[in-house]
């Protein structure tokens, strides 16, 4: 069974920079066709999808936040991050790391974290 669980502050300041960690369980970032992604959910709004990181170190971001946006892997531990640069109270959302796969009909997120609530305000 895959699971997958975020960490990281669930505060941050106006203009730093958010970071979150994923540790997966169950299952290796490296094994081919499955990919590794963090998607978003403001408040009364719905899902966000942010970007990718692939099983062989490629990665794709939203063209909108592409700009401030960096997915990175640590494969000796089993683990992807998420950076997220000069941040507004816009950016305040639940976020979650999610296994990706990709059908013919489009993307697929079979597995999911909890999700983590991070909140930027001073």
């Known amino acids: 069974q895959v699971q997958l669980q975020e960490s990281g502050p669930g505060l941050v300041k106006p203009s730093q920079t958010l970071s979150l960690t994923c540790t997966v369980s169950g299952g290796s970032i490296t094994t081919g066709s499955y990919a590794w992604s963090w998607i978003r959910q403001p408040p009364g709004k719905g899902l966000e999808w942010m970007g990718v990181?692939?099983?062989?170190?490629?990665?794709y971001y939203r063209p909108s936040l592409k700009r401030r946006t960096s997915i990175s892997r640590d494969t000796s531990k089993n683990q992807f991050s998420l950076q997220l640069s000069s941040v507004t109270p816009e950016d305040t959302a639940v976020y979650y790391c999610v296994r990706e796969t990709k059908p013919s009909t489009g993307a697929e997120f079979d597995y999911w974290g909890q999700g983590t609530q991070v909140t930027v305000s001073s």
């Open positions: 990181i692939i099983y062989d170190g490629r990665t």
